[in-house]
């Protein structure tokens, strides 16, 4: 009789370490037990994760849902071995989403593929995410861990998040008030967050500067350390001040497309808004940035956040309402704008983004 014992392959042999999946699971767990809330209690390990709407105080709830990435922000990550804030983008980029239409985060999932699965790499990716959905008062409620050789480089990996929120019936933002004389309000960004990496490690690669450099902006930390602080989440601040005054009336994240595609998103097709480029404090990364790459203003406008991460939009005699609001918890905020009739462009601007 022959010996086929030699023959034998296990899905380890192929790449994949079941044994691996599961001790990251058991590490991550007091992670996700930390980001329980009303609704859920983030239990993980079943086939599918649970949230009681009502046991979260909702009476009439329209369900909001929002899923996003990070994008080239981990390669970043990946080169400096840094790995525990790219969970807190994941979150940002998902939740600043559900915010601006007036819906609380409830719970969040996530999706991590990589080559070789990494329990420590794995276990600080998990870390950011806990800690963006404790920011956000969501619960990280199930998630998905790929191994996939052969689709990843060594120490490669993908993320992807998907949030749920939810608002009471008829309180859904944005509100269908808003008119020429509006103010908008710009709520400061932390720096670049999520978007237009591709174009920022473009610069760093063609200037031959290395992450671990001092950052040519900023010489108190390194370029690596200065580019991957995390996107700022607004979620707290934004739902205490709608619940205590009413009266903000449309919000945008500013994304990938900058002020230029992002604010038109909310407004109604025969508004528009002027923005005061002036009163806008843009951070020194962005200077940094225009200057090293010879960038146009209009192309950093649509690109970048530019030091504004979130808009608001308010009738001009609830300005200082919704500013002391904001202020009360923590969240600064700029006038750097009005609704206008629109005229052309949705965007308009006045005055210069760096002086």
Known sequence: M????????????????????????????PMVRSTARPGADSEIGGFGGLFDLKAAGFSDPIL?????????????????GRHDTVGVDLV????NDLIVQGAEPLLFLDYFATGKLSTEQGASIVSGIAEGC?????????????????????????????????????????????????VVLGLPSSGVHSNGFSLVRRLVEVHGLKWEEPAPFDSSTTLGEALIEPTRIYVKPLLATIRE???IKAMAHITGGGFTENIPRVLPDDLGVEIDL??????????WLATAGDIAEEEMLR????????????????VETVRQSLEQVGQP???????TPRSGDAVRYSGKLFS
């Open 303 to 318: 690109t970048f956040n530019c030091g504004v991460g979130m808009v608001v939009v308010v009738a001009s005699d609830e």
């Open 333 to 339: 905020s700029l006038v750097i704008g009005s609704v």
């Open 64 to 80: 909001v849902a929002a899923n996003d990435g990070v994008g080239t922000k981990l390669r970043i990550a990946i080169e400096t």
């Open 245 to 247: 005054t009413g009266a």
């Open 278 to 287: 002036s009163a806008v404090t843009a951070a020194p990364v962005f200077s």
């Open 134 to 182: 404790r920011q956000a008062g969501c619960a990280l409620i199930g998630g998905e861990t790929a191994e996939m050789p052969g689709m990843y480089a060594e120490g490669d990996y993908d993320l992807a998040g998907f949030a749920v929120g939810a608002a009471e019936r008829g309180q859904l933002l944005p509100r269908r008030d808003i008119g020429a004389g509006d």
């Open 92 to 95: 940002a980029m998902c939740v």
């Open 2 to 29: 022959s010996d086929t014992s030699k023959s034998r392959i296990t899905y380890a042999d192929a790449g994949v370490d079941i044994d691996a999946g599961n001790a990251l699971v058991n590490q991550i767990k």
